[in-house]
């Protein structure tokens, strides 16, 4: 079975500044993919990064990447230059026959 | 491209009547999924088709959620009888794989349907 775990309930982060929120995921399965995606207030859910496991390099998608570490099973989000837009809950997923989803961090950045 | 539609937006329904959830995926998308997110339990993956074909309804809760999808255009999840404890927001998402893997393969969401039972 897959499982997807973020243990960040809450994160604040300071307006221009980095921020990394943590995934971890766990399953036997070889080949599988790891997403993020942003749920703002309004509720839609946003597609921001994939990362294949076969992918040697991190993805990274405007000031988005991830910071992949197989052999630790991590897939933490990086977002640079945080802006007030970017207040919102972040979900981080795993992908093989499905998509399984964590509980979500809930991001608030301060002006 | 129109993105996925969901239908109604909001629907407020008394417990025991029937409910029924509409969806268009994207067109030419070959999954389909259907999720329901509360508080308490995150997102959950209730069921997923592929070409139209039900592949894994392992998460519906129980014998009131069925779902169909009749053509690749249409999808619906129906509760029926509803109970309060249903009360969340359904999101369809849709894929496409282009005949590839779909661990690859990023979903598109609908913007939800929240429901509430009372």
């Known amino acids: 079975a897959q499982k997807i775990t973020q243990t960040q309930p809450g994160m604040f982060v300071q307006e221009k500044e980095a921020v990394t929120l943590d995934c971890t995921y766990d399953t036997s399965d070889q080949s599988y993919g790891l997403f993020w995606y942003k749920q703002p207030s309004s509720g839609e859910m946003i597609f921001l990064i994939y990362?294949?496991?076969?992918?040697?390099q991190n993805a990274t998608e405007g000031r988005y990447s991830l910071n992949f570490q197989k052999a630790r099973k991590s897939a933490n989000l990086v977002i640079s230059a945080s802006q007030l837009g970017d207040s919102a809950m972040y979900f981080c997923?795993?992908?093989?026959?499905?998509?399984?989803f964590g509980k979500g961090t809930k991001l608030s950045v301060k002006p | 491209d129109a993105g996925v539609i969901q239908s109604p937006r909001h629907e407020v329904t008394e417990m025991g009547q029937e409910v029924t959830l509409r969806c268009k995926p994207i067109s030419g998308h070959d999954y389909l999924f259907w999720y329901r997110q509360t508080m308490m339990r995150g997102l959950e993956l209730l069921i997923y088709f592929n070409n139209n074909v039900p592949i894994d309804d392992s998460g519906m809760p129980e014998d009131r959620f069925s779902a169909k999808m009749p053509n690749a255009s249409f999808s619906t999840l129906k509760i029926q009888p509803s109970e309060p404890r249903d009360s969340a927001v359904y999101f369809c998402?849709?894929?496409?794989?282009?005949?590839?893997?779909?661990?690859?393969?990023?979903?598109?969401f609908g913007n939800g349907t929240r429901l509430t039972v009372t």
């Open positions: 990362q294949g496991s076969y992918d040697e």
């Open positions: 997923a795993i992908s093989r026959r499905n998509l399984i």
């Open positions: 998402a849709s894929s496409s794989t282009g005949g590839g893997l779909l661990y690859n393969s990023p979903l598109h």
